[in-house]
């Protein structure tokens, strides 16, 4: 049973930078042929895609928010992280980390729990 943990801070200043964390148990990173991804939900708003890490270390990105973020990860820990610049209040949301099988069709089959990061002075 793969589990997925989101962590970082809850609360972000505008025009910092936002850096968010998912702990991976349960299968590595580094499996064929998935796809690790992040995904924000805005208050009152759907499911947006961010960008995604793949099992090969290849990185892939909204266009939307490319110029903004970016995702790494640590093979070590079995983590990959989030960071997304210049945040704005716009940028509060719940942000879920993910597993997809493939790339570009929103299936996912294992989820994080979500954390809520609000931007705010």
């Known amino acids: 049973q793969v589990q997925l943990q989101e962590s970082g801070p809850g609360l972000v200043k505008p025009s910092q930078t936002l850096s968010l964390t998912c702990t991976v148990s349960?299968?590595?990173?580094?499996?064929?042929?998935?796809?690790w991804s992040w995904i924000r939900q805005p208050p009152g708003k759907g499911l947006e895609w961010m960008g995604a890490i793949a099992y090969s270390g290849s990185t892939y990105y909204s266009p939307s928010l490319k110029s903004r973020t970016s995702i790494s990860r640590d093979t070590s820990k079995n983590q990959f992280t989030l960071q997304l610049s210049s945040v704005t209040p716009e940028d509060t949301a719940v942000y879920y980390c993910a597993r997809a099988p493939r790339l570009g069709d929103n299936e996912y089959d294992y989820w994080g729990q979500g954390t809520q990061v609000t931007v705010s002075s």
């Open positions: 349960g299968g590595s990173i580094t499996t064929n042929y998935y796809y």
